[in-house]
């Protein structure tokens, strides 16, 4: 009797040492890559960090701005002062001596989608075509302008002006990353992380 238990359990395990080598070998789990963009980590040294937005120049972008972080329930101060900042001004490459004739011109060009204002400067007549804060702006601007096959000028500046940041209480670091992680993901364009210390040398000083 115990002959026969032994036989069975050595044809058992034989079977089940055969189902095993049969079954084909199971691939690793790769993990699965998120590609998050954050700041360089910082250890929490107990210092203060601040977010700020980037500048901006006008009260649309600003008013609808304030709509979006107050949806989100995020609390920030606008701070507006005066500083440098790029102005690329596209006009109309003719002079005209009548406002009747720049009208007439500007028809062309706003058949080209493009938006045209006449202008009156000493005893003649220029179109202005396109006003710009933001070099990337200007650049789009300049290629829907060369496809239109119409000559225009383009004169690049640099004016005085006031702009407008929004700036967020001085909180610890990890907390200020949560909250510029989140502008990213409402869409802020390049919010900015920085100490308080830094934050201070650079915007403290009133203009």
């Known amino acids: 009797m115990i002959a ?19 079954l084909p ?18 250890e929490d040294d107990g210092s203060r960090w601040r977010v700020i937005t980037q500048r901006m120049v006008w009260k649309e972008a600003v008013e609808d701005l304030r709509r979006r972080l107050q949806r989100y329930g995020l609390k920030a101060q606008l701070m507006t002062r005066k500083e440098e900042v790029p102005l ?8 005209f001596a009548t406002l009747t004739e720049a009208s007439q011109a500007c028809l062309e060009w706003r058949r080209q989608g493009v938006e045209c204002d006449p202008q009156k400067q000493d005893q003649h007549y220029k179109l202005a075509i396109g006003r710009y804060y933001i070099p990337e702006y200007a650049r789009k601007h300049e290629q829907k302008l060369q496809q239109s096959g119409l000559g225009y000028t383009l004169d ?32 802020v364009t390049q919010p900015v992380l920085m100490r308080q210390q830094d934050f201070e040398r650079t915007y403290a000083t009133k203009q």
């Open 156 to 187: 690049e500046r640099t004016i005085r002006i006031p702009v407008m940041r929004f700036i967020f209480p001085a909180m610890p670091h990890k907390q200020a990353q949560a909250v510029w992680q989140q502008l990213r993901q409402m869409g």
């Open 25 to 42: 070998e199971q691939p690793p789990v790769a993990p699965v890559a998120v590609d998050i963009y954050v700041p360089p980590s910082e």
């Open 88 to 95: 690329f001004v596209f006009d109309d490459a003719r002079v």
């Open 4 to 22: 026969r238990l032994l036989i069975i359990a050595l044809i058992s395990g034989a079977c089940w040492l055969a189902w095993l080598a049969w």
